[in-house]
């Protein structure tokens, strides 16, 4: 009994340090473009699910953690929104890049890109009611515990990439960007062979594409697709041209018939 008394007031007092990083790191404001890493902690939703809940923030990542899920999502408009997380009220609020001073001319101001842990406000009276809850819920846990294994869910390297896609609207300005974001995002969860880590791509599309080849040897054909895709796509990235709507739908299509095709490839490999 003494083990598991010793147990609850630690797991407290864990709780009550992530408390004080919330109360801290909320006075630091969410720009836009920065990214903002939640933690969810129900392991019966659905990647899909959490795609939908988060809507209209772009969905970077979901990744697995032990009790539930990690999401990574960012959003370019200023604004106020709540989200119901399974009764829990998250609130998110993202400030403008461009104060009072700054207003009317034409300097451009780009975001920070480093990750905001939590990032996000919780009322006070929400954070009682939730240490309450891990009160209660630690007692029952600790019964259980030995009976009861649970599942591990698994998400996929190319189930990542298709929940990236589709969060992406023709209308983004940013659009050749995440498309080969993800693609390259793709290649780096192959690489290592486990769809459980979040490979941040470096370098050239034509670097992640060469060390991607090398290990996994694909047709001439198909490297010489992946390379056609590529360019079309640099060529409205760096000319200043934006890319016109038709031809946005059109790239797009290239990219899941190449994925498709890559995509079996690997499993017949694996």
């Known amino acids: 009994m ?12 864990m709780c009550l340090i992530f408390v004080g990083q919330i109360n801290a790191e909320a006075n630091r404001p969410i720009y836009i ?42 959003h370019f408009e200023p604004g106020r929104w709540e989200f119901d997380v399974k009764g829990q009220p998250v609130i998110i609020k993202i400030e403008a890049l461009i104060d009072n001073e700054n207003m009317g001319t034409d300097t451009i101001v780009e975001g920070e890109y480093e990750l905001i842990k939590p990032g996000v406000y919780i009322p006070f009276p929400m954070i ?39 969060s992406i609207r023709l209308s983004d300005h940013e659009l050749v960007f995440k498309l080969q974001h993800s693609l390259n995002d793709y290649f780096g969860r192959c ?49 200043g041209i934006t890319m016109p709507m038709e031809k946005r739908q059109d790239y797009l299509e290239q990219l899941k018939v190449i994925f498709q095709t890559i995509n079996e490839f690997m499993e017949v490999r694996v």
């Open 2 to 13: 003494r083990k598991y008394t010793t147990h609850i007031v630690v797991l407290i007092s």
């Open 33 to 74: 473009g920065d990214l903002i890493e939640i933690q969810i902690q129900d392991t019966e939703m659905t990647p899909s699910e959490i795609n939908d809940l988060f809507q209209p923030f772009e969905i970077v990542s979901i990744d697995e953690a032990n009790d539930g899920y990690i999401v990574v999502l960012r």
């Open 128 to 166: 009682i009611i939730i240490l309450s809850i891990v009160f209660i819920t630690s007692l029952a846990y600790i019964l259980i515990v030995r009976m009861k294994k649970k599942s591990k869910k698994t998400i996929t390297a190319a189930d990542n990439f298709n929940l990236q896609v589709n």
């Open 191 to 239: 690489m290592i062979k486990s769809s459980d880590v979040f490979i941040e791509s470096e370098g050239s599309n034509d670097d992640i594409l060469k060390q991607f080849s090398q290990e996994y040897p694909i047709p001439d054909e198909l490297l010489i697709e992946l390379k056609e895709w590529y360019k079309q796509g640099e060529f409205y990235k760096y000319s």
